[in-house]
């Protein structure tokens, strides 16, 4: 959607929340959540008992999930409240003390705890380490839990039920889920299997630019059920279609983004993430890209094409041209 979101309507008090949206209903009924506090945090580790079940896959960590269960927030860019943060996981819909949690892949716990000092936002949590064929580590925190049901050390397969969603750190009843490559966060759509239908989208808002530098924003819109945008790219031709300027982010590699900062200098460029409010109700995620300061060819035409690729590595584009 453009303009206004509903959430900054909603937060300023210009309307009120919509009992007709089934979706809201649904969310509306989970919304009661007390937060707990996260008082003694400890800092133990399980030990590899060995023999561990190879990953060859992962699967969604709440069975059903995401057909039957909202995903409350994308991996990424997001506004949390109304402070801009990167979200290293997704949250998955599910009932306090009901919903099992089961485990994505195989692996060993190697976090079981109340409230771990690593990951003090994360209520109680479960951390399932595991290893591919290739002996690539992966490291699935399950944030957020009502009740832990294994152990540190514990031997696990992909399936199990591990835990029940809750509300420990958290303002609604959700699964905080991560799935981290070694220690770095990925996004869990490109491991978890959903519908690639390539049916996001990317449209070029405005191009400004003098003889120096060419400014560009534009806004990458992907539906609800496939929230698997992993790199926004801006590219700068001249008049015989020669590459002047190339600069990109990408959610996973975290390109020239090493921080949770809303802006990021690469070179000379900035880029910077206004992510839109993610409500219920929407079933869009949105988020505008700023690329400032690119080269400029100077003179003649200049033609911009802007890209978004997903997971599955389909891309979206859009092209400007001065002319
Ligand atoms: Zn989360």
């Not at 996004?187 to 070029?204: G, K, R, T």
């Not at 802006?263 to 929407?282: A, H």
Request: charged share 20%; proline share 5%; hydrophobic share 30%.
């Amino acid at each position: 959607m453009t303009g206004i979101s509903r959430r900054r309507l909603l937060q300023i008090g210009l309307l009120t929340p919509l009992a007709t949206s089934p979706l809201y209903r649904q969310t509306a009924a989970l919304a009661a959540c007390t937060p707990g506090r996260c008082n003694n945090p400890t800092r133990e580790t399980g030990a590899n008992p060995g023999n561990l079940p190879t990953i060859a896959d992962f699967i969604w960590p709440i069975s059903g999930a995401p057909d039957c269960y909202l995903i409350g927030d994308a991996f990424g860019p997001r506004l949390l409240g109304t402070d801009y943060d990167w979200h290293r996981g997704i949250d998955i819909q599910g009932n306090e003390g009901v919903t099992p949690v089961i485990a994505s892949a195989s692996g060993f716990v190697r976090i079981s705890a109340d409230c771990d000092e690593r990951y003090r936002r994360c209520g109680k949590i479960i951390q399932i380490e595991g290893y591919d064929r290739n002996g690539q580590r992966y490291r699935m925190n399950y944030c957020h839990l009502d009740r832990r049901l294994v152990d540190r050390g514990e031997r696990v397969t992909q399936g199990t039920e591990i835990g029940r969603v809750g509300c420990t750190s958290a303002t609604w009843s959700h699964l905080h889920f991560e799935i981290r490559e070694g220690d770095t966060p990925r996004n869990p759509y490109c491991y978890l299997p959903h519908l690639n239908l390539n049916n996001h989208s990317i449209v070029i808002e405005s191009v400004t630019s003098n003889s120096m530098s060419i400014n560009v924003s534009l806004r990458v819109t992907t539906p609800r059920n496939e929230l698997d945008i992993n790199e926004v790219r801006v590219r700068v031709l001249d008049s015989s279609g020669i590459e002047v300027d190339n600069k990109y982010i990408n959610f996973n590699a975290r390109h020239n983004c090493g921080t949770d900062d809303q802006c990021v200098m690469d070179g000379s460029t900035e880029i910077c993430i206004f992510p839109e409010n993610f409500w219920y109700d929407e079933s869009n995620w949105e988020t505008v890209f700023e690329f400032s300061g690119l080269a400029s060819p100077g003179s003649g035409l200049v033609e911009v094409v802007a890209e978004a690729r997903d997971c599955g590595g389909e891309v979206a584009s859009a092209r400007w041209s001065s002319s």
